[in-house]
C-alpha cells in the first residue's frame, strides 16, 4: 500500500546544531506534505508545508527539503534549541486529497 | 487559531463498554478526522466527515463508528470496548480536504 515513512525513530543533536529529518513516501502521485511537531502529552501541531510544484521552502528556523525524484523530503530545524525536542513526524497527500498518509516519527532529543 | 477541542485527556473503560469521544473545532471547518496514535504505527486514520451527517471510513473503521450532527461536533463511538483499542485517540479538523489538519490534544483511552 502507500506508505509514508521516516528514516531513523530517534535523533539526538546538540543544543545550537543543525538537525535534519528525512522522510521518504511511496506515492509519486503525492503532491502535498506537512511536517508536524509532537510535544509529549499534546497533539501534534504543523509545522511547515509544501506542494509538489516547489522543492523548497522556508519558514521561522525550519526549511523543508522535497525531491520528488527519489520520493523524499527532509525537515531543517536551525540552530536547535531544547524546546524543539518532540517526535516530529511528515504526512503526505495524494491527488483527490482524502489519500492521505503519516510517517511514525522520529525523536528528536537535544542535548544541551 | 484554530481550536480543536476533546472532550476528556484520560479515560478509563471497562471491556464491553460504550465509549463515545467528543470533538469540537471553533473554525467553521468542513472536514473532521479521528486518528488513533499506536508506538511504532504512527497516525492511522479511523473515520473522517466531509460535511454534517456525511462519514467516511479510513483505514481502520472497524469497532468504531462516528457521528457528525453538527459542522463543529464530530464522535468517535466504540459500541463494545476491547482492550487492543486501548490508544492515543486524536481528532483533527481542515478547511478543505488538501489543506492542512488541526489536531486536538488527544484522549488517551485505557480499556482493562
Known sequence: GESVGLHLPTLSVQEGDNSIINCAYSNSASDYFIWYKQESGKGPQFIIDIRSNMDKRQGQRVTVLLNKTVKHLSLQIAATQPGDSAVYFCAGWGPTGNQFYFGTGTSLTVIP | ?112
Request: net charge neutral; proline share 3%.
Open chain 2, 1 to 112: 487559531d484554530v481550536k480543536v477541542t476533546q472532550s476528556s485527556r484520560y479515560l478509563v473503560k471497562r471491556t464491553g463498554e460504550k465509549v463515545f469521544l467528543e470533538c469540537v473545532q471553533d473554525m467553521d471547518h468542513e472536514n473532521m478526522f479521528w486518528y488513533r496514535q499506536d508506538p511504532g504505527l504512527g497516525l492511522r486514520l479511523i473515520y473522517f466527515s466531509y460535511d454534517v451527517k456525511m462519514k467516511e471510513k479510513g483505514d481502520i473503521p472497524e469497532g468504531y463508528s462516528v457521528s457528525r450532527e453538527k459542522k463543529e461536533r464530530f464522535s468517535l463511538i466504540l459500541e463494545s470496548a476491547s482492550t487492543n483499542q486501548t490508544s492515543m485517540y486524536l481528532c483533527a479538523s481542515s478547511s478543505q480536504l488538501q489543506e492542512t489538519q488541526y489536531f486536538g490534544p488527544g484522549t488517551r483511552l485505557l480499556v482493562l
